[in-house]
């Protein structure tokens, strides 16, 4: 069964974006847009991860978490804190939470988190921890999501942090066109204030260093719209 999450959000924009990204890692996703609805829900119902924002209308995310742990719920708990909100990030630990992100923040480091709160809380619980690291591959690019590691043709390929998340993004869509403002959501963050010629530079230079496989996967560009990852033509959907 797909391990259930609950994201309590009221911006409709993030909200959006957590909710489609995770439920394409393959996670059961709940958005509840409202303090008082969300303390409820968590209250009643059974989630193996919470994502929490702070700033919330009806109640606030540290009066939430208070009242989760207070009730004896250990559900772990990932806080949403502002941009360089230190006593928020000391509140929210203060108060029982597992990890914090702090806005604008990419789907990629989101997910990451995500992952680790949850196969640390599986040690925790005594649950069997999966026995093989995730890898996809295609052709002779080979990506470890988990590591931040690129191998292409047998070499690993110095990928900045960034880079990768680009590369993530595409791989893990074949054949879709992704828009430079997908890409400037999901990799720098929804409230990123910095111009889509960012993405042009990574593409660029993934696209250098993509080219030292013999077998590799193509970044095209879809002209005035953005980019899509292309599989060389002998090769199946990736593993």
Do not use: C
């Amino acid at each position: 069964m797909p391990q259930k999450i609950l994201v309590i959000e009221d911006e409709p924009t993030l909200a959006r974006l957590l909710s489609y990204n995770l439920s394409q890692e393959g996670y059961d996703v709940t958005v509840i847009d409202h303090g008082a609805e969300g303390l409820q829900t968590a209250m009643q119902r059974t989630f193996d991860l919470i994502i929490l924002d702070i700033m919330l209308p009806g109640i606030n995310g540290f009066d939430i978490l208070s009242r989760l742990r207070q009730s004896g719920i250990t559900t772990p708990v990932i806080v949403l804190t502002a941009r360089n909100a230190e006593e928020e990030v000391v509140q929210g630990l203060k108060r029982g939470a597992d990890d914090y992100i702090t806005k604008p923040f990419g789907v990629a480091e989101l997910l990451a988190r995500v992952s680790a709160v949850l196969r640390r809380t599986s040690l925790e619980d005594g649950k069997p921890a999966e026995s093989q690291e995730k890898v996809i591959t295609i052709g002779e690019l080979s990506i470890y999501p988990e590591k931040y590691e690129v191998i292409l043709s047998g070499e690993i390929v110095s990928l900045r942090p960034k880079e990768f998340e680009v590369l993530l993004y595409l791989v893990q869509r074949p054949g879709m066109v992704i828009t430079r403002d997908d890409l400037m959501n999901v990799v720098w963050g929804f409230d990123y204030i910095g111009g889509q010629r960012t993405v042009d530079v990574h593409v660029s230079s993934l696209r250098k260093k993509l080219e030292l496989g013999q077998n590799s996967v193509q970044i095209e560009s879809i002209r005035g719209v953005g980019y899509k990852l292309v599989r060389p033509k002998k090769l199946g959907a990736p593993k």
